[in-house]
């Protein structure tokens, strides 16, 4: 009885498993997810910076990528409710008792993400105008939707 | 019977004549004022951007060229109180009426035309170490900006923070215009930055600590603090434990015109509007301001540890 029940209940307990480790932290996920975006934006600042040399291909890989990146911010399994708590979080409360201002904010950014992987800038000129008009987004949500917390 | 209120009465009278003259609003001296030259706009639109006064007295989320409406009416919500920040913009309902004296005498002694004291919400603690030619090309460049007729409304506090004439005394503890640093060997882009750090752009008001009755407490200048309104904290900026130590004063300059960390964090809350008031002001500047983050005394967080 004892054996039957554990093999009837094997895969069942495996599918439970597997359903909550796709979306078991959304905390640490969200991070991951917003630190990869810093490092593809780090990988171009150097150019924008005058530092080094502007570099089509990189530039498009670097846009591409946030852009896949932006598109993944998904509210329902990133941000659901009660994740303000339950891990070191800076989200701000404010995303959960604004939710349509944190919803424009963040179509706004994706919209522009996917304007930017579009651009295909040719020269440093045209890669400065995409480049603030995408990062505008970064100060823009994290002032009223991030807090720093000690 | 009679001689107790023979011996209080004069108590109270000469306390009260006391504290009368101990609170009342102070002036800058009238013939400096009259040896200002006359104020130049374009300079002026720098000084605008370095004191951040579009942060607090632009409408509620305005963005863009809105940011130049100085329409007020953020409501700056804080453990003293509510302050609804008011309208500057040059009209009727703002700061129209407003000579330069008056200006000088609001940014530099936090007194009003009328002779009150303003609420240090508005950071004249730290305008009181600015320039009286910076002043006056501020007043020049704020009369070019658009009018508005919003009223923004009065503030919501509690007794006795709403008894202004109070903040006399207040005033007299923590109002000075004398440097909060000295630095040895400072070169001109330390003292640069000194100058804007400590006067116009205000860090400490936000990056240092307050004691219980809203005074900064320069021991631990720069050190990071509680936020003054809403939740969290606002971070340490000096060399100390929990600080910038590890910026270079490159990744500092850029962190301000850009809003990027050196690990490609982008800075959030109110320092999202500070870094679009920071693009305005002259590359050098911000470079200065580096010099002198680097060249201050280093403190651990100026706030307590989290509590888990």
């Given amino acids: ?150 | 019977m009679r001689t107790a209120a023979s011996l209080v009465l004069p108590l109270i009278l000469v306390g009260g004549g006391a504290f009368w003259f101990l609170s009342a609003p102070s002036y800058v001296d009238a013939a400096k004022l009259a040896a200002v030259g006359p104020g130049d706009a374009q300079r002026g639109m720098s000084v605008f951007g370095q004191g951040g006064c579009a942060s607090c007295h632009a409408a509620p989320g305005a963005k863009g060229d809105a940011r130049l409406v100085l329409a007020g009416g953020v409501n700056l919500v804080t453990p003293f109180g509510t302050f609804v920040t008011p309208n500057i913009s040059p009209s009727k309902q703002g700061i129209g009426g407003w000579s330069f004296e008056d200006l000088a005498n609001a940014m530099l002694k936090g007194t009003s035309p009328d002779g009150q004291n303003l609420y240090p919400a508005f950071p004249y603690t730290s305008y009181a170490r600015m320039q009286l030619q910076d002043i006056a090309d501020l007043y020049a460049y704020l009369k070019t900006l658009p009018p508005t007729d919003n009223v923004a409304g009065p503030h919501k506090l509690g007794f006795p923070f709403n008894i202004r004439r109070g903040l006399g005394l207040w005033k007299r503890l923590y109002l000075s215009p004398e440097p909060v640093l000295t630095i040895a060997d400072a070169s001109d882009a330390i003292k640069r930055g000194q100058y804007l750090v400590e006067g116009p752009g205000h860090c400490g008001e936000c990056h240092t600590p307050r004691n219980p009755i809203g005074g900064l407490d320069n021991s631990q200048w720069l050190a990071g603090a509680k936020a003054p309104e809403g939740k969290g904290v606002i971070p340490n900026i000096t060399g100390g434990d929990g600080g910038i130590d590890s910026w270079s004063e490159k990744d500092i300059a850029y962190a301000l015109e850009s809003g990027f960390t050196p690990d490609f964090d982008s800075l959030g809350g109110s320092m999202a509007d500070v870094v679009l008031n920071m693009a305005h002001v002259e590359p050098a500047d911000r470079e200065a301001i580096a010099a002198y983050l680097k060249a201050i005394p280093a403190h651990p967080n100026g706030y307590p540890a989290a509590t888990k």
């Fill in chain 1, 1 to 150: 009885m004892n054996r039957l029940f554990s093999l009837a209940a094997a895969p069942l307990f495996a599918a439970a498993v597997f359903a909550s480790s796709a979306n078991a932290d959304p905390i640490k996920d969200r991070q991951a997810l917003m630190k990869d975006q810093g490092k593809t934006l780090g990988s171009i600042t150097p150019i924008i910076k005058d530092e080094k040399p502007f570099d089509a291909e990189l530039v498009m890989a670097a846009l591409k990528h946030l852009n896949e990146d932006a598109q993944k911010i998904d509210i329902a399994t990133l941000f659901p409710d009660g994740s303000d708590k339950g891990g070191e979080t800076t989200a701000a409360p404010k995303i959960w008792e604004d939710k349509a201002g944190f919803e424009a904010a963040l179509t706004k950014y994706k919209a522009d993400a996917t304007a930017a992987a579009a651009a295909n800038p040719k020269d440093l000129e045209s890669f400065k105008v995409v480049f603030n008009q995408v990062t505008e987004n970064c100060g823009a949500c994290h002032k009223s939707f991030r807090i720093k917390k000690d």
